[in-house]
């Protein structure tokens, strides 16, 4: 779904500001996949990510969305950007409607929806994004509180009910009952066959949304693997400067007591097995 | 200290925040929780004066937040939410600098603590960037240092660690926590993150911009049924201690994450 081949990148090219921001970086996810894209803060994650949509063109390498090359005159960005939904960092620094509903219908409207469809499409994201969409419909963007916006910032991108979807950080300031809502509905999502790249700060949401992840250091793609490699692994993971998820430290005690226990990736479903719950 | 007296303040036709009552002490490290729009960040901003109460009153070292205006905000630093509603230098460098210029700090001085601060959260790389060449987290510690700089007597610090890694997080997380034992300030922390109300001094939880607990760590994340009603998470080494002391596995329930996995 998603190639890139030898990209690169390097912000303020020739001034004394140069900073490389993506070295040589080679990856490929399939549809249907699940990625969680972790590193330290400035490794590279959200200029990455921006490749995928073709939002960033990268000074050398390539970049292919569903086969087309992003590089290319013939390839139609628009389509690509219909294609690829992509959830900033800091979202709601892009709002510009006066009303929700509006802000939330502008991708759908875009596209050539209109009257019912349109007001489904829109109703269907905010009432995932756990709104009552009558309640917030009418209201200004710009008057809500942070974790808030974030979610009707999500909500406008998967009104557009994009084939992958690239979340930057989306669960860094959310609340407990905001944040649990966004990782059901992507795991969900992802389950029903939904492309799904996710960076995060947090490793134990990462073990926990993705079987795969891609580790990025100083602009480098330094791990590409299973998770459960990774997370296990303190070499790697204290080797980039990250850290173990905390189910995965207690997994690990737990393990030598209990050597029947499996793999867990929340701490969900370490109780449930303890409890000769749902996961044995 | 900072006292904040059966304060209400509303945007517009609701109360955001009602009746709320806190006190603040210099040295003190109080944690606020509460699910998104519950009024954590109103109650920030109602700290160091940029907000006023519509009624009840705050109160800064016995002065009320209406009577005084700039003084305060050298007095109560505030690290926003959103480290872009803060920047305000064309450098990274400039940003830090502008609260001091304004403070009429010398220069020499001014120099000195800059190199300090920027040594001390490593950003010294980006001194002559501009803010809006940065990464998300990047922006975060720039604009954490552009309050601390100022060697504010109290810090209201809303959701800091929000965009930054594990280690930066821990690294940013233990200096403020420790600000407040060495420098006897008095920290008000805002996060989402319950494990970093662990150690507070207090902990103060907000629902519909109503305070609905207060008391140390363990009395309030105890209360389960509660923070679940309000939205509020129990840090998970809590929540697993309580699990599995109760399926017998561990003999003891603590509270933090270290003293869990030792006792694993
Ligand atoms: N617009 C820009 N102009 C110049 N340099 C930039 C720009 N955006 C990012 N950079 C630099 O490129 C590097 C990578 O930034 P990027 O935003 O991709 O990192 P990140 O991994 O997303 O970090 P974070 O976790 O803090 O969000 C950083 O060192 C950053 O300073
Ligand atoms: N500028 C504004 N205009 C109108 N209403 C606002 C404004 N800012 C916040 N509100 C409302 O006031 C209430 C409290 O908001 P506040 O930002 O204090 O919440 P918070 O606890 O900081 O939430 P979060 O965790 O999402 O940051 C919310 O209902 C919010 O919608
Ligand atoms: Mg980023
Ligand atoms: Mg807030």
Not at chain 1, 39 to 59: A, E, M, R, Y
Not at chain 1, 196 to 222: P, Q, Y
Not at chain 2, 21 to 30: A, D, M, Q, S, W
Not at chain 2, 106 to 127: F, M, Q, T, V, W
Request: net charge neutral; proline share 3%.
């Amino acid at each position: 779904m998603i190639v890139l081949e030898n990209v690169s990148l390097t912000y303020d090219s020739g001034t004394i500001f140069q900073k490389a921001a993506i070295k040589n970086v080679s990856l490929s996810i399939r549809k249907g996949e699940s990625v969680s894209i972790v590193g330290k803060i400035g490794s590279g994650k959200s200029t990455l990510v921006q490749f995928f949509n073709g939002l960033i063109k990268p000074d050398s390498g390539k970049v292919f969305v569903g086969g087309e090359d992003l590089g290319s005159k013939e390839t139609n960005l628009k389509s690509v950007r219909r294609k690829v939904g992509l959830v900033f960092q800091y979202p709601e620094e892009q709002f510009f409607a006066e009303t929700v509903f509006d802000e939330v219908a502008f991708g759908p409207k875009n596209m050539g929806l209109s009257g019912k469809e349109l007001k489904d499409a829109v109703w269907q994201s905010l009432s995932d994004m756990g709104f009552n969409p009558s309640d917030v419909a009418n209201l200004s963007p710009f008057g809500l509180s942070g974790g808030e916006k974030r979610r009707i910032a999500i909500a406008s991108i998967i009104a557009m009910n994009p084939e992958v979807l690239v979340l930057d950080e989306p669960t860094s300031g959310l609340d407990y009952t905001g944040r649990n809502l966004l990782i059901e509905y992507l795991k969900n999502e992802n389950k029903k066959g939904r492309t799904l790249v996710f960076v995060t700060h947090n490793m134990d949401e990462a073990l926990e949304v993705s079987r795969r992840v891609i580790a990025m250091k100083d602009g480098k793609k330094v791990f590409d693997g299973n998770s459960e490699d990774f997370f296990t692994s303190e070499e790697l993971v204290y080797g980039i400067g990250l850290d173990v998820p905390f189910v995965v430290k207690v997994w690990k005690k737990l393990k030598k007591r209990f050597p029947e226990l499996p793999f867990c990736r929340s701490s969900k479903e370490l109780v449930d097995f303890l409890y000769g719950g749902p996961a044995r | 200290m900072i006292r904040f007296e059966n304060v209400f303040f509303s945007y517009g036709d609701k109360w955001a925040v009602q009746n709320f009552n806190l006190t603040i002490r210099k040295g003190e490290f109080v944690a606020l929780l509460g699910s998104n729009g519950s009024g954590k960040s109103t109650i920030a901003r109602l700290a160091n004066g940029l907000f006023l109460p519509n009624k009840g009153s705050v109160f800064v070292d016995g002065f009320s937040t209406s009577e005084i205006g700039e003084e305060l905000k050298a007095k109560v630093g505030l690290v926003f939410q959103n480290p872009d509603d803060q920047f305000v230098g064309t450098t990274v460098e400039e940003d830090i600098a502008f609260g001091l210029e304004n403070l009429a700090v010398e220069r020499e001085e001014a120099k000195r603590r800059i190199l300090e601060i920027s040594e001390l959260l490593d950003i010294g790389k980006y001194l002559r960037t501009s803010p809006s060449m940065l990464s998300g987290g990047e922006k975060q510690k720039v604009a954490i240092a552009g309050v601390l700089v100022m060697q504010p007597r109290y810090l209201i610090l809303d959701e800091i660690t929000a965009l930054l890694d594990p280690v930066n997080r821990k690294e940013i997380f233990d200096f403020v926590f420790q600000l407040a034992r060495r420098k006897n300030i008095g920290v008000l922390y805002i996060t989402h993150i319950s494990s970093e109300a662990l150690n507070a001094d207090k902990v103060v939880v907000l629902h519909g911009g109503k305070k609905v607990a207060e008391g140390i760590p363990a009395e309030v994340f105890r209360n389960f049924s509660l923070m679940e009603s309000v939205g509020v998470s129990v840090p998970d080494s809590f929540y697993l201690s309580n699990e599995l002391y109760k399926l017998g596995i561990t003999t003891k329930d603590v509270l933090n994450e270290e003293d869990f996995l030792k006792i694993l």
